[in-house]
């Protein structure tokens, strides 16, 4: 689905390397977490995968392949082809990422005007739709509202919506929690999950937060200064960090979540029939994997709200 | 639609208290306008008829209302200098110069947008400077300098019209535009300057802003972002610039008035200034005032239709 090989992004104004030899995999159907402190390049390298990176200002090599397809040095024209329709992405500020003056029904349908040729009428059905999708509690009231008038947990849905609009299979989540509320956030980590089951669509989450993106996902790879340190299952990583860097973001959950995480973890591996995950959870098959994470990703939720 | 009645109650408000400003400092300066109309030689007699005539026997506050309500009923007062109206004084000469700050306003309007445009679009190109240089260039030139340029250039050597015999309107209205446009040209230049560079820096922060990223994520392409996002966005302070400009070429024809020899309102506001004829610079500060507040009002008034954010009274 998605291949990164050796991704180096560098900013003409910068000394250092953004993304300094990033490479992974992300298999169709899987939601891949991607964490470290700021500025470590995760958007970075989630722009170079969805071709927005501001190529006139950086020198860049590697592979970016979605589908097969190169991201990374594809011209004007297969970019516009996949942008919407292959990918999709959300950013962190609903607000800003949102055009003020637009209403927020006519900003999902975009994607629509772009890609298909339905009529008005099914682009506004298909829009209200995915409203609904993203379980907004009235889709045809939000369909008419500007973004001024909705709230950021009900923003960052309709965000989702515009994304997921046109099924792509690639959806690209850039701190899509981060403004909100720790409740809102557990809702929309949930709504990922469902989302992710329903569709089979693929995710890439980033997060500089360790514990959300433990809720979510299975598999983990952890970015300092522009290259991946450590990669490997969620609770691997989590439970048994090999890279120092990853066991100074581990220190910085508070111990009380911890110790309920290591609690949850045991359960779901006790329900599931499984090892314990301090041996390792990779091999978790996909069914029995993605009901343990949203179980704990429900008792996470409230536990922080 | 409340806020737009709100609006026109404070611009009414507003002229109410423009007016008593006016006419209460005119009150104060103009000292006896009996003995200014009548002249050093008039006997006490006949300047109490004159006060009386005047109104000027009255208490202060019952003299600015009747003049208050004169200005709804179009009588404006009778001038000093001219004995005459005032109403039929000025209008005449409101007309000239309401053709002509029009004209200028639709050349600013059809040369600046796509000029801004442009100059958003070639921001850091190899020419850039020879644009800036241009740009600054015109923003600074003297509106009599360029008056006097284009009345010599146009005028005297091209001869496509003859400076200082402004045609009647009413008589040959066609030469009288065509008078008017070298004018219009003059005050419109430097203010074209200005909404240029407004327009460009405009166009260029919106266009850094987080929603053209992800309108581009969606498929868009740099001119569809334009078209769909970028210029509905960079509206609001277009208009508000408009309404601005609406409001200061008038203060510009002043002096390409005089240039020109044009018989406009700014030329008659001079005049009369240096005759003392307060009635005259009474009524036309009060038209100024109020030509000036409602372009703000009707921006304002625009706006709110395009930014449903600024219906709120708040942000911007
Ligand atoms: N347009 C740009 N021009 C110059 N430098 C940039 C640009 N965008 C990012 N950078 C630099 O690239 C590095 C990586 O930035 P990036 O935004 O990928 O970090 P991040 O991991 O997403 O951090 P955050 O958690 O703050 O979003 C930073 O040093 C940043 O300053
Ligand atoms: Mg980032």
Redesign the interface.
Known sequence: MLEVRDLHVKFHNRDREAVAGVSFTLKDGEILGLVGESGSGKSVTAMSI?G?LPRKKCDYRGDVLVDGEDMLHAN?AL???????K???V?Q?PM???????KVGKQVE??LE??TDLSPEERKKRAIQALEDVELPDPEEVYNK?P??LSGGMLQRS?IA?AIVARPSLLLLDEPTTALDVTIQAQILELLKKLNKKHGMSMLFISHNLNVVRKLCKRVAVMQRGVIVEEGSTKKVFFHPQHPYTQHLIECIPARVKVIARKHAEEEAEEAGQMQPAEGGQTVSADSGNAASADSGQTGGDRNG | MKYAARRILALFITMILVSFLAFAAFHIISGDPARAILGMNATEKQLEMMRHELGLDKPFLVQYFNWLLGFFSGNLGISYSYRQPVASLIIPKLKVTLVMVLISFVIIVILSLPLGLRAAQKSGSRFEWLRTTINQLCMAVPAFFLSILVSYVFGIILKVFTPGDFPKMERDLFGAIRYLFFAAVCIAIPRIAMAVRMLKSTLIEEME???V?????????RV?VLK??VM??SLVPTITFLGQTMAEIVGGSIVVEQVFGIPGMGRFLVASISNRDYPVVEALVVILAFWVILSGTVADLINQK????LKLGG?A
């Not at chain 1, 970019?79 to 329709?85: F, H, I, P, S, T």
């Not at chain 1, 800003?96 to 637009?102: E, F, G, H, I």
């Open positions: 969805a927005l004007r970019l516009r082809k996949v942008q919407g329709n990918i999709g992405v950013f500020e800003s990422a949102m055009d003020p003056l637009m975009e994607v772009i890609h500007y001024h008038e965000m515009a | 802003k987080d929603y990223r992800t309108a581009i994520s969606r498929g868009n392409d569809e769909k996002h509905k966005n395009i930014d449903p954010r942000r």
